[in-house]
């Protein structure tokens, strides 16, 4: 039986990047089974279960029969859910045709894109950004503007960089807040100025990705679509994933302008149709119930930050920032360029995290894949105990780099 050669694939497949978080934690799974007892701190996925009362709804809603096929936008139980939260935690207003439920926020951020993109229409993406940001707007054939920025400036963009960006071609702004992978979280007077900077163009959106809103520091979050002079224009991106430790459920979801929600259901219809039933109903439920394991999660994670934070400040080289949000965090490791054991020579972030996962047998992931080449990013979704770990064999292995 021949094989399909790589010429065969289109040039759209062939372009694309794999994404660089998966690649890493499927390296760590493989050295693992060769025996190593490796620690992997580079997926974003809570080590928290989903709390019992979510999965007593979806065991509920299974009893009950919801086994079927669902609307494309989504049951409007969710819907309703969705639309009492955004006008509870973020003061959004939406009508329940503006909302659309996905198979995970990664699939509502590509429907947008493949709603709003044509041939060489830009897109303004902050970073340090989340891996699949750029392949999917280049997957729908748009062009990324990478706005990058450093940990000096808590690796936030802003407003005045943003409007020297913006050209004639631009379609859309794209970032995170709380941010993946850096965990920085844009203040409310911060999103006001970049408002302000889009108010004086027209047909520009600004697509907000608040997927980590529940796992902020600040206490404060702010939604730029709540800003009057932008909010006919925002489209913010959520989902279950991070804040109700339910990243197999794969539900995410918009609140948009009607015509961008009606473009996503069409888009969505052609690719998957709706999400699972059960799932949209446990959803539901996790909106309206209460919030108190949500709660405990994140002051676990801010317990964490501190804990690395403290340990990485101990290793010569490191230079560490302290994220508001999220739970990640994202060294600048630039002096460690250069350096060798005499063996292994670093010369960028790629190689820094090939020489941990091989030689301290810790799986990070490299900041090259997020915009950002003088970083990378530590996911502290983990135990203490593995991170307390993870931090010593970090230090010793990269002491041996002179």
Not at 26 to 55: M, N
């Amino acid at each position: 039986m021949s094989t399909l050669s790589i010429s065969a694939l289109s040039q759209r497949i062939q372009r694309m990047e794999e994404s660089a978080t998966l690649k890493m934690a499927q390296l760590a799974r493989d050295l693992k089974a060769q025996g190593h007892e490796v620690i992997s701190l580079s997926i974003g996925e809570p080590d928290f279960d989903t709390p019992e009362h979510i999965k007593e709804a979806a065991k509920k809603a299974l009893d009950d029969g919801f086994t079927k096929y669902t609307p494309v936008p989504g049951l409007p139980v969710l819907r309703k859910a969705i639309q009492a939260k955004f006008k509870r935690d973020n003061q959004l207003d939406f009508d329940i045709d503006q909302i659309v439920v996905s198979n995970g926020a990664k699939q509502s951020i590509a429907n947008i894109f493949l709603s709003l993109l044509d041939e060489g229409d830009e897109v303004i993406i902050l970073a340090p950004y989340w891996v699949s940001y750029s392949e999917i707007v280049k997957l729908a054939e748009g062009v990324p503007v990478i706005l990058r920025s450093s940990i000096e400036e808590d690796y936030k963009v802003s407003a005045e960089k943003i409007a020297s960006a913006i050209t004639d071609k631009t379609k859309a702004i794209l970032f995170s807040s709380p941010c993946n992978p850096t965990g920085s979280v844009y203040t409310h007077d911060e999103l006001k100025e970049i408002a302000d900077v889009v108010a004086q163009h027209d047909n520009i959106y600004i697509v907000s990705d608040e997927i980590y809103e529940y796992i902020n520091f600040t206490d404060a979050h702010a939604s730029i679509g709540s800003f009057e002079n932008v909010k006919d224009r925002t489209i913010t991106v959520n989902g279950f994933s991070k804040g109700f430790a339910m990243t197999g459920w794969r539900l995410g979801y918009i609140g948009a302008p009607k015509s961008i929600a009606k473009a996503c259901v069409k888009v969505q219809g052609q690719f998957t149709s709706g999400a699972n039933a059960f799932g949209q109903k446990a959803a539901a439920y996790a909106l309206e119930a209460d919030l108190s394991p949500t709660h405990a999660m994140k002051d676990a994670f801010l317990k964490r930050r501190d804990m690395v934070i403290s340990l990485l400040k101990e290793i010569p080289g490191m230079k560490v920032n302290e994220p508001k949000g999220a739970f990640y965090i994202f060294p600048d490791i630039s002096e460690f360029f250069g350096k060798s054991d005499g063996f292994t020579t670093i010369t960028n972030a790629d190689d820094f995290s090939e020489y941990l996962l091989h030689n301290a047998h810790v799986g990070v992931v490299t900041g090259e894949a997020f915009g950002a080449p003088n970083c990378f990013r530590i996911s502290y979704a983990a135990s203490e105990e593995e991170l307390r770990e993870a931090c010593r064999r970090m230090k010793e292995t990269l002491g041996r780099l002179k």
